[in-house]
Nanobody
Framework: VQLVESGGGSEQAETGGSLRLPCVVSGVTYGRHSLGWFRQIPGKEREGIACVVWGNGADWYADSVKGRFTISPDNAKDTVYLQMNSLNPEDTAMYYC????????????????????WGHGTQVTVS
């Protein structure tokens, strides 16, 4: 499994703005992997913010982003997107996509230890 977060390594937005983060995936199988997005601020634990089971669409969101962020798998492009709307400075962090096998469930999707494979991260700055 490989995960590549494209976009140059950093993204910027203004408060109230939007960004879409892509993560190109390879080696994942429908129904056998979940894809998650995490974020981390220096000195703090990595926070799970969204997850989707690849192939069946089951998804979960952290309360901190629910209603603002959407995780969207595009099976045809082997890409999972994180659409981020209504951004605020508290969303500034390094964002990572990750893959788990077997698929996650409601009680585990937000735990970093659930995921075996990680992208290199994209810095998101909201000012």
């Amino acid at each position: 499994v490989q995960l590549v977060e494209s976009g140059g390594g950093s993204e910027q937005a203004e408060t109230g703005g939007s960004l879409r983060l892509p993560c190109v995936v390879s080696g994942v199988t429908y129904g056998r992997h979940s894809l998650g997005w995490f974020r981390q601020i220096p000195g703090k634990e990595r926070e799970g913010i969204a997850c989707v089971v690849w192939g069946n669409g089951a998804d979960w969101y952290a309360d901190s982003v629910k209603g603002r962020f959407t995780i969207s798998p595009d099976n045809a492009k082997d890409t999972v997107y994180l659409q981020m709307n209504s951004l605020n400075p508290e969303d500034t962090a390094m964002y990572y996509c990750a893959a788990s096998q077997p698929p996650t469930y409601a009680g585990s999707w937000y735990q970093p230890t659930t995921y075996k494979f990680w992208g290199h991260g994209t810095q998101v700055t909201v000012s």
